[in-house]
Nanobody
Framework: VQLQASGGGLVRAGGSLGLSCAASGGTFSGYVMGWFRQAPGKEREFVAAISGSDGNTYYADSVKGRFIISRDNAGSTVYLQMNGLEPEDTAIYSC?????????????????WGQGTQVTVSS
């Protein structure tokens, strides 16, 4: 499966941005989808994930209550709505997929990756 992320940009603290990740080449509903981010000089970290068919969602504590992950299986797209953005959210955000397994909070658990999209939050 191929993943194509879009929607990053520059926003002031307190603002909102929405990311999208379009998938092609697979049965999208069978994939757990996740968002990860990597800030300069830091390791890649889990942001959010959503299961395939039942749509259960999972969040890192740092984004819980501010970010919302969702998916459109018919449109083969996963979204990340980011609200109340903080400078600490500045990073390259990447979407990832894993096929027909339980949700993973680790990057190593994902088989497919989209290219990253830059999110910059100014103070």
């Amino acid at each position: 499966v191929q993943l194509q992320a879009s929607g990053g940009g520059l926003v002031r603290a307190g603002g909102s941005l929405g990311l999208s990740c379009a998938a092609s080449g697979g049965t999208f509903s069978g994939y757990v989808m996740g968002w990860f981010r990597q800030a300069p000089g830091k390791e890649r970290e889990f942001v959010a994930a959503i299961s395939g068919s039942d749509g259960n969602t999972y969040y890192a504590d740092s984004v819980k209550g501010r970010f919302i992950i969702s998916r459109d299986n018919a449109g083969s797209t996963v979204y990340l709505q980011m609200n109340g953005l903080e400078p600490e959210d500045t990073a390259i955000y990447s979407c990832a997929g894993r096929y027909y397994r339980s949700v993973s909070f680790y990057a190593s658990g994902y088989d497919y990756w989209g290219q990253g999209t830059q999110v910059t939050v100014s103070s």
